[in-house]
């Protein structure tokens, strides 16, 4: 889940460095311990993508939080 850092601060959360590559508007999060799935089809529309440092984080913190190696 992405959230704006303006929000209470979690364990595990992995700021967004690049704000412009990622589409969004305000400086904001991922929560890697709250994971959604939701149908491609209720997508709306794509804000951008993350930074390859900040995607690597992402998934190093995923594997230690579902203990994957």
């Known amino acids: ?27 904001s999060v991922v929560r890697t311990t ?9 997508v709306e529309r794509r804000a ?3 930074d390859k440092a900040t995607a690597r984080t992402v998934a190093q913190r995923l594997r230690g939080l579902l203990g994957s190696p």
């Open 1 to 27: 889940m992405i959230t704006s850092a303006d929000n209470e601060h979690w364990p595990f959360d992995v700021p967004i460095a690049d704000l412009k590559r990622s589409g969004l508007p305000a400086p």
């Open 34 to 42: 709250k994971v959604a799935c939701i149908e491609a089809a209720r």
């Open 48 to 50: 951008g993508h993350l």
